[in-house]
C-alpha cells in the first residue's frame, strides 16, 4: 500500500503565495506520475497541474504563469508552489500518484486534501 499525505495548506489573502508539498510512502516500486488536483464547494474535482517521470509537466489553463509544480524523486514528493493567488484558487487540493507495480500494474493514490482559503 501506498500513502500520501500533503502538507502546505492554509490561509492566504489575493495576491500572495502559498506552497504544498506531498510525500509518498510505503510500497512503491516506481512512481509514473505526481499530480495536484482540486475542488472547491459544489464544483467537481479539476486538474491544476501534473509532473510526470519522464520529467513533463502539464497546468490547468487558469493556473499557467501562477503555480509551478516540482519534485524530488529521491524522497517521492512533490510541490505545488502558488504564487499570485486569487479568490478563484479556493479549494481542497488534493495529491494525486500513479504508480507502477513490479508486476507493470498501474496504480492510483490520492491524499486526504489539504484547504487552501484564498481571502482578505
Known amino acids: 500500500q501506498v500513502q500520501v499525505v500533503e502538507s502546505g495548506g492554509g490561509l492566504v489573502q489575493p495576491g500572495g503565495s502559498l506552497r504544498l508539498s506531498c510525500a509518498a510512502s510505503g510500497s512503491i516500486f516506481s512512481i509514473v506520475t505526481m499530480g495536484w488536483y482540486r475542488q472547491a464547494p459544489g464544483s467537481q474535482r479539476e486538474l491544476v497541474a501534473t509532473s510526470t517521470a519522464g520529467g513533463s509537466t502539464n497546468y490547468a489553463d487558469s493556473v499557467k504563469g501562477r503555480f509551478t509544480i516540482s519534485r524530488d524523486n529521491a524522497k517521492s514528493t512533490v510541490y505545488l508552489q502558488m504564487n499570485s493567488l486569487k479568490p478563484e484558487d479556493a479549494a481542497v487540493y488534493y495529491c494525486?500518484?500513479?504508480?507502477?507495480?513490479?508486476?507493470?500494474?498501474?496504480?492510483?493514490?490520492w491524499g486526504q486534501g489539504t484547504q487552501v482559503t484564498v481571502s482578505s
Open positions: 494525486n500518484i500513479i504508480t507502477r507495480a513490479r508486476n507493470g500494474v498501474i496504480l492510483n493514490f
